[in-house]
């Protein structure tokens, strides 16, 4: 026989009684609670959830949310607002991801964002916990808790040690480990930078100098180092060929000071070989020294001088001293000249020239110094006739039977002269020796024995 619920209320029939929304058991379907007066409360409730409408609160107690799953497939824990935009999630994969984050809003086991101020121009501020590398502001690791990336308190930013590349870019540009002391910033095979204790190379590892470039070809189509100002005109550029240029093209000028040394270029060949050209000429250098050539230099010839004509006009090789005068000077016609300038094809001296062999007195000047005795000294031999003439009027023909020849018609021959004193003074006479004695006014001559006058 069943409780009679004549004239009893609720509240004195239960300790407590919860009217769903249609009075029906729980179901799969979130229904609304009553407040026991027939008004419906904030809370729903299903078989297998729970719905708050208004204000949770968990006070001085422990609020546990327990996933469905372990991956990221799921999450334990999500606040959305008004608009059902989701604000703040905790998948079961332990990732925490919110829209706004500001100072301490975070703080779950290693996920914490901690002390990082709040600015609206920031998604994510990370404050770490000390200034030093003793502490760490941000790490991530991969599921096997491996290092892959770390900024350290003290500002160091760290990847990972233990892989041969970190990308930077996806497949674009990434960091290369090349070695103890040394990376490198890598773009693909030909086109990288590496820094090492050796020095900085570009396209090649292990520099040898301070700065090494290598460039990607051989020839005049690449180019290894190119310079070139804020308007993009080239100031140096080194071609894998081995041209070197300086300037917008090969005619432009360098400027020392006020003086300009003209256009040039350099050519580099099999062996070490380039020219240094300017609007007159050229400077070759390879084996040996070309200057104004365009060809090899003569075989065995050390220094090589090319002139620009082949006539009195130009000069070849020019000497002067530090006023300007001239000391030497070669002129494209042949002549040579030393000093004073005087043409013909001659080598010109102080006080003769030299023509086809002939020696020629200046200006119908001496052969020779002067009628200074203190500067007459030494011998003149001659395998040769010895042929002495005025050139005028006497003949200019050689005798056949004579070895020294003397022709004039204003002139006589003139032997030494000396008195008896100084005939006798001399010291083992050859025979035949002649002078004239002034003591007695005769010629004599040595005939062996004595001194014979004539």
């Not at 208004?54 to 107690?61: A, E, K, P, R, S």
């Not at 998948?91 to 002390?115: E, K, P």
């Not at 990376?183 to 396209?203: E, R």
């Amino acid at each position: 026989m069943g409780t009679s619920l004549s004239g009893l209320t609720p509240a004195t029939t239960f300790d407590g009684l919860l009217k769903t929304s249609d009075n029906d058991a729980l179901d799969a379907t979130l229904k609304t609670i009553g407040t026991g007066d027939g008004t419906d409360s904030v809370l729903q409730l299903s078989d297998s959830a729970l719905q708050i409408g208004g204000t949770f609160n968990v006070d001085g107690g422990i609020a546990t949310f327990k996933g469905v799953g372990s991956s990221y497939l799921t999450s334990s824990f999500i606040i959305k607002n008004s608009a059902d935009a989701e604000i703040f999630r905790v998948r079961d994969d332990g990732q925490i991801y919110a829209t706004y984050i500001s100072a301490q809003s975070v703080n779950a086991s290693s996920y914490a964002l901690y002390g990082a101020d709040y600015a609206p121009n920031i998604r994510v501020n990370i404050k770490g916990s000390g200034a030093t590398s003793a502490t760490t502001s941000l790490l991530v690791q991969n599921s096997a808790g491996t290092d892959i990336f770390k900024v350290k308190d003290n500002e160091y930013v760290e990847f990972s040690s233990a892989k041969w590349y970190t990308y930077l870019t996806s497949n674009i540009s990434f960091l290369r480990k090349t070695g103890a002391g040394s990376m490198a910033l890598y773009i693909d095979a030909s086109n990288f930078l590496q820094l090492s204790s050796t020095g900085v190379s570009i396209g090649k590892y292990n520099a040898t100098a301070k700065l090494d470039i290598q460039g990607s070809g051989a020839t005049s189509a690449t180019t290894a180092l190119l310079v070139q100002n804020s308007a993009g005109t080239r100031i140096m550029e080194a071609q894998d060929g081995g041209n070197i240029f300086f300037g917008a093209s090969a005619s432009h000028y360098l400027q020392n000071g006020y003086n300009w040394f003209g256009s040039y270029y350099f050519l580099n060949t099999q062996t070490f070989r380039g020219a240094l050209q300017n609007d007159l000429g050229s400077v070759k250098i390879s084996d040996d020294l070309n200057v104004g050539g365009n060809a090899d230099n003569d075989t065995g010839v050390r220094l090589q001088v090319k002139g620009s004509g082949n006539d009195a006009t130009t000069t070849a090789l020019l000497v002067e001293n530090s006023a300007g005068t001239q000391l030497f000077k070669i002129f494209d016609d042949g002549n040579i000249r030393i000093g004073d300038s005087i043409a013909n094809k001659e080598t010109h001296f102080r006080k003769f020239r030299i023509t086809d062999a002939s020696i020629f007195p200046l200006s119908s000047g001496n052969l020779g110094e002067n009628d200074n005795t203190a500067r007459h000294y030494g011998n003149i031999y001659s395998l040769g006739v010895t042929h002495i003439t005025d050139n005028t009027t006497s003949s200019t023909t050689l005798d056949a039977s004579a070895k020294l020849q003397v022709d004039s018609t204003t002139q006589g021959f003139l032997p030494p002269r000396m008195t008896d004193a100084e005939r006798d003074a001399i010291t083992n006479p050859a025979a035949g020796l002649m002078i004239y004695d002034t003591s007695n006014n005769q010629m004599n001559y040595w005939n062996g024995s004595t001194w014979i006058a004539f």
